[in-house]
């Protein structure tokens, strides 16, 4: 454990944020919005939004960037470089809700949404009016079993979300906020039961009154070795494990045209573990992504401009470990390392047929069915050959239910890529002002287990800039 030792390499502030995702750059944005005259400062691995560049654009596939990925690390955080989606609904997004009740998340959500409006946003919500249409989807889930969640959407596309970002970090550092790139958080300093601030990789250290962790999603396993480190009290959560599934647009059509992303819920027999669908892309891009320890994992793109021939969306299984195994986390990356090494590195796609006839899938039979991969360099295999048992029986179950929804979803050509992991499993245990057992450290976002995705953890960042005004 690090103490407080005097280090001449010190910088002072009172607000220190480590992480700068939706859940640090609004903390430090809400209170810019306050009038709050204290010093802020937010730390993060990656580079500035102008400056994170995926180079698969130009050489057509993954390279495998060192020592971070430009798509999941960098200001704005994973999710506004994937599709851009905010969720205006208060019932996704993660368990915030049940800290600080559905009223105020609600509220909030409204209130963050105007200013996402503020910094260009486009007016339009998706997923709303069409009321006879979206009575019949839901009637087929019910026949199928499942529920089809209500939410509206406001979709920032990622080229557009990446604008809107780069306007509120120029928004933050006109206003005072000192931002550092290129900047890797080691540590917390401790003093005791205190919380003094960050040691950095170079071996500087932050002092504050305040320290923030918003490391997202990304984040959420070094998170996981801090709270263990450090007695920082949590709990074992949820690990979210799947695959993403591609299909044409005319399949799911009228989903796209009535919805445009479909939160669709199920408990499939024989397990009866939850099931979900997350993150529907029309007309949209399949793509890598890859972790510091080289893990590479699927994802999906939506763009405002660029459109593909193929809608692409998450079945996600949720696995909860509590005794006598506790690492959710260290066990998705477990499969998704053994995905990877049947891959040789590269994301794994499989036809849905291949996978009930028990059999891998080719290149040859790839390059021959009407629907074309739009993750080029994903290497055709066999999922189920690293897929536990329990979750590839949920997803079967569950397209099969989703076929009931949207007739063809369960076609022989529909596609199947894995790994796709969500790593969110360690709740960190706060009060309703987001304050740790750690006196002056406050866990926010993704990685504090408390949210999922954009809109929900730009809410945790409002209400937590509000605290510390």
């Not at 944005?29 to 698969?56: F, H, N």
């Not at 979900?276 to 405002?304: I, M, W």
């Amino acid at each position: 454990m690090q103490k407080g030792t005097v280090n001449s390499n010190m910088k002072k502030y009172d607000v220190a944020i480590v992480g700068a995702g939706p859940a640090g750059i609004f903390t430090a944005l809400e209170m810019i919005k306050k009038g709050s005259k204290k010093s802020i400062a937010i730390i993060e691995k990656g580079r500035s939004v102008e400056q994170r560049k995926c180079p698969k654009a130009k050489t057509g596939k993954c390279m495998n960037c060192k020592p971070y990925c430009h798509i999941t690390t960098g200001f704005s955080g994973a999710g506004a470089f994937s599709d851009g989606k905010l969720s205006l609904s208060c019932e996704v997004g993660g368990n915030l809700p049940e800290l600080i009740g559905e009223e105020l998340a609600q509220e909030t959500i409204d209130y963050t949404d105007k200013i996402y409006l503020e910094f260009g946003a486009d007016t339009h919500v998706e997923g709303v009016g069409n009321t006879n249409e979206v009575k019949e989807i839901r009637k087929r889930a019910i026949q199928a079993g499942l529920k089809l969640v209500d939410c509206p959407i406001r979709h920032l596309g990622t080229e557009k979300a990446q604008e809107l970002y780069f306007a509120i970090e120029r928004y933050l550092i006109e206003n005072g906020v000192e931002i550092m790139f290129d900047c890797e958080c080691k540590d917390l300093i401790l003093d005791g039961e205190k919380c003094l601030g960050v040691l950095l990789a170079d071996g500087s250290e932050i002092h504050a009154e305040h320290t923030v962790v918003a490391t997202g999603r990304r984040g959420a396993d070094w998170l996981e070795k801090l709270c263990a480190d450090h007695n920082i009290a949590h709990q074992p959560g949820t690990v979210d494990i799947g695959v993403r599934v591609e299909v044409r647009n005319e399949v799911i059509e009228k989903v796209n045209e009535v919805l445009y992303e479909s939160k669709l819920v199920g408990y499939p027999k024989p397990f009866k573990n939850k099931v979900r669908t997350f993150c529907q892309n029309p007309g949209g891009f399949v793509a890598q992504e890859n972790y510091d320890n080289d893990l590479a994992v699927v994802n999906g793109h939506s763009y405002k401009e660029l459109k593909s021939q193929n809608t692409n969306l998450a079945i996600l299984c949720s696995h909860n470990f509590s005794v006598p195994f506790n690492q959710p986390i260290a066990y998705a990356q477990k499969v998704g390392e053994l995905t990877n090494m049947l891959g040789d590195g590269h994301i794994l796609v499989q036809r849905f047929g291949d996978i009930l006839e028990g059999k891998r899938t080719w290149q040859k039979e790839l390059s021959q069915s009407n629907l074309k991969p739009t993750l080029p360099d994903a290497v055709a295999g066999d999922i189920t050959a690293a897929m536990p048992y329990r979750a590839m029986t949920n997803i079967i179950n569950f397209i099969h239910a989703m076929d009931h929804v949207v007739p063809g979803f369960a076609s022989p050509e529909t596609l199947l890529y894995s790994p796709e992991l969500k790593f969110y499993s360690n709740r960190v245990k706060m009060d309703t002002d987001f304050n740790t057992n750690i006196e002056g450290l406050h866990c926010l976002g993704d990685s504090s287990g408390w949210t999922r995705g954009l809109m929900m953890a730009s809410v945790h960042g409002v209400l937590m800039g509000r605290k510390l005004v």
